[in-house]
Each structure stands twice: as structure tokens, then as C-alpha cells.
């Protein structure tokens, strides 16, 4: 283990091919560190999460990206763990306890010590090359935090969670790493591994309250979900779904220039509004997630594990992500289609 989307033209095109193709090798390794049991499930702000962030940072670093946090690659979170009781319209109190985010630092100060919470985002950048278009920037992103540490079965009470989102995680640093070993993107991409998507969208919040660069420079959202097995009602291995895809230009221009991508067969489960997209789109940003979810049983559960990921599928979708990166990056500005924007 490695140390702990405007409307496209009538005519097709092909998506750029990346400098270097994925390696199933590779992505089993990486997936297989994020997903170890030493990350302990990664629930935002415990060592796991921690640990994985600090995995995630030297990948970004060895492919070159230039670090786009307040703390190196690392973009802090004024998290407090904090209580809330509801009353219910049977009469009886539910009490929770979970992480919140503060509006700033200096409110997280006034909070008592014991219950101020270590968490990061972890932000890379690679410059664009175009003078006209490197000022526009495509964030492409993945929630790296899981659920933890759950009730044993059959002894095992560690939720690795390698397909949510271990495996969207692995895509964004392979696509960091594919680009940067290319030709330099046109526009300029930013590179996150968010925290916090499974209490809230904590990660994406504060980023987007808080970002790399202006919300109005940020031209799409590419968000990666739960890509480590095939789905036969998007077409099978190595074929993705995005969510929202009538919503704007984004799939389109994807099924354009040849990408195996369809839009999502299960429009009832609202996985649009399910995932850190949507936090950018309902800042006006194009902003989209791209998965291939079947609907597992595993989903949340401490059976979610490396052993159950098809890796020929997987990687073709790593490849899938990063040319499709690729395509936003270097082709025309996307925009939201009449009545799509939420």
C-alpha cells in the first residue's frame, strides 16, 4: 500500500485521448490504500479521514498540481460537533449529535475546545495554457469521507466504502495526474477531494463559500460517484450515467465527442439533488455528477469493499473521467438548457 458541460456542434467529435492511459494495476492499488481498514471508514473528522486526506495530497503533489488550499493542499473546515433535539409530532425528543459547520474560524473559537473538529478538503490546481480561456476554471471533484466505523457483521465493523466514493476519489486523482502528464488543458482545472458529503455536504459547502477562485469564473462541475461497478441499466461496463442530463449542455457534449455516457436511468431517485453538484448548481454553476450506481446492497453498509469492485470496468471509467475532463476543459463554455437550472 502506497504510504498511509455550449451546445456541442452537429458533427461528432472525439474526446482527447489522455497523454497516458490508466492502469488497472494502479487502480486497484490506490483503491485499495483508500479503502484499507486503516482509514478506519473515514467519517469526516477522525484519523481515518485525516490519513486519507494526507494519501490524497501526495498524489495530487506527485502529479504536479500546485496545492489550492489555505494549508498547503489542505483547505480546513470550522467544524464543531454539536447536539440537536427535535421534537417529534408524537411527542418524543430525538437528540443528535453530529459535525456542523460554523460560519467562520472565529465562530468556531467561541465554541468549548472539546467539541472543535479537525476536518480538510484537499485542493489542487493545473493551470490552463489558452490566454482567452484559462481565466474560466472546471472543478472536478469527489466526496472522500465515508461512514466510519458501524456495528459489527461478522466481525467486520469497518465501512471501507471503496465504491462510495473511494472509487470516484481514485478518478479524480488519476485524472489530475492524466492531465497534468498532457498537454496543459485550455481552461484551468481545479482538483477536490471534498469531506463531509455523506454529513451534509459540509466540504463542498464551506468550498463553495470559500473557493480556489470567484464562483462566476467557474465554468462546470464534474462530480465522480460510486464508479467501481458496472451498471447494466446505463449499458453495462465501462458505461457511465450523469445525473441531471437534460438539465444543460453538459451530456450532450459528452455523448458528442464519443464518451460511453447516458443520462441516468433512475431519474426517481433524484440522485441530481444527492450529491456535491448540487451545491455548485444551485450556485448557477453547470454542474453534474457521473456514476455508474446500480442500486447495490452494500451501499452503506460495511460490505462495501475492494473484493466486489470490477476493475476493467473501474478503469475504464478512470479513463472515462479524465477524457471527459479533457472535453470541458478544452471545448466550448456549457450552459444550462431552458428550465434546467435548479
Sequence with gaps: MLAACAPPSSTATTAPVAAASPAPGRVRMLLGALAHDSMEGRRVASPGEARAARFIAARFREAGLEPAGDSGFFQRLPLALVTTRTRLANGQERVRTGPRLMPSFADLDTVPAERRLQSVNVVGIL????????????????????????????????????????????????????????????????????????????????YALHPTVPLDRIAADIQVEMIGRPDTAAGGPGKAWLTGFER???????????????????????????????????????????????????????????????????????????????????????????????
Design 248 to 342: 444543460s449542455t453538459m451530456g450532450a457534449t459528452l455523448a458528442a465527442a464519443g464518451l460511453p455516457v447516458v443520462a441516468d436511468p433512475r431519474p426517481q431517485q433524484s440522485f441530481f439533488t444527492r450529491s456535491d453538484n448540487i451545491v455548485f448548481a444551485r450556485q448557477g454553476v453547470v454542474a453534474h455528477t457521473l456514476s455508474s450506481f446500480n442500486l447495490h446492497a452494500e451501499y452503506h453498509t460495511v460490505k462495501d469493499e475492494v473484493a466486489l469492485v470490477d476493475f476493467d470496468h473501474m478503469t475504464a471509467m478512470v479513463d472515462l473521467v479524465a477524457r471527459a475532463v479533457r472535453t470541458v476543459a478544452d471545448g466550448p463554455r456549457l450552459t444550462w438548457n431552458p428550465g434546467g437550472k435548479p
Design 127 to 206: 493551470r490552463g495554457s489558452d490566454p482567452a480561456l484559462a481565466s474560466e476554471v472546471v472543478v472536478v471533484g469527489a466526496h472522500f469521507d465515508h461512514v466510519g466505523i458501524q456495528p459489527a457483521v461478522n466481525g467486520d465493523s469497518i465501512a471501507n466504502g471503496a465504491d462510495d466514493d473511494a472509487s470516484g476519489t481514485v478518478a479524480v486523482m488519476e485524472a489530475a495526474r492524466l492531465s497534468a502528464a498532457g498537454p496543459r488543458p485550455k481552461r484551468t482545472i481545479v482538483f477536490a477531494a471534498f469531506t463531509g458529503e455523506e454529513s451534509g455536504t459540509l466540504g463542498v459547502r464551506w
